[in-house]
């Protein structure tokens, strides 16, 4: 029997959906048609944690995190996932009072980084992603090496996310401005770009990227399936 997978949501269209929707898909070929672990989901609203993250009080988000915690446990969840990287910050405060065992979305990535050959990752994503140690900390663990970009091109990723991503524009100039920044982080030497907003995916398209991509969302919720059915 595959193991119930309680997800605890931050944002809605990236994080929320699209993990979830990647779950169940991801799930059908070693499961069969049709077929995925059971799922549940709690989500308090982005609001609520935008409070602690804009204030630096990554206490207030673990408690967020582990209130959802709690009640997915109360569901029946045996593991859980977080498909935001940002609040990934305070996971150093959720992972010792949680009830059940997390998979941590930016080792998930860095482990997948580490598989494909990557040795420099650009990190994008929200600027207190970008500015927190959660994928510096996990490359520095694997032995990878990260960039992020300069402090205007931090802005401007940013406001596409907060601005339009999380509320379901998705728009071509901003694709483009996605894609220039990324150039940039290549000629610094990086060989791959971590997708670390869940929003990104929306917008980043792999053919027409200069860099690979490291989709976390898509990332962890693989990570979440093959975790689910271990033996």
Known sequence: MARHIGIVACSAEGGAALCYRTICLAAAEPMGLHDHPELSM???????????????????????????????AGSGAELLICPDNTIHQAMPLVEPKSPLPWLHIAREVVGEARRLGCERLAVLGTKYLMEGPVYRDAAEQAGLAVETPEA???????????????????????????????????????????????????LAEPARAPLPLLDSTRILAHAAVREALRP
């Open 152 to 202: 205007d091109d931090r802005e401007r990723i940013d406001r596409i996310i907060f601005d339009e991503l999380v509320r379901g524009a998705v728009r071509p100039e901003s694709r483009e401005v996605l894609n220039g920044i990324m150039g940039v982080m290549k000629s610094r030497g990086c060989d791959a770009a971590v997708l670390g907003c869940t929003e990104l995916p929306l």
């Open 42 to 72: 709690h989500t308090h609203p982005l609001a609520r944690y935008m409070v602690g993250i804009r204030a630096g009080d990554w206490q207030s988000v673990a408690e967020l995190m582990l209130d959802s915690a709690g009640k997915l």
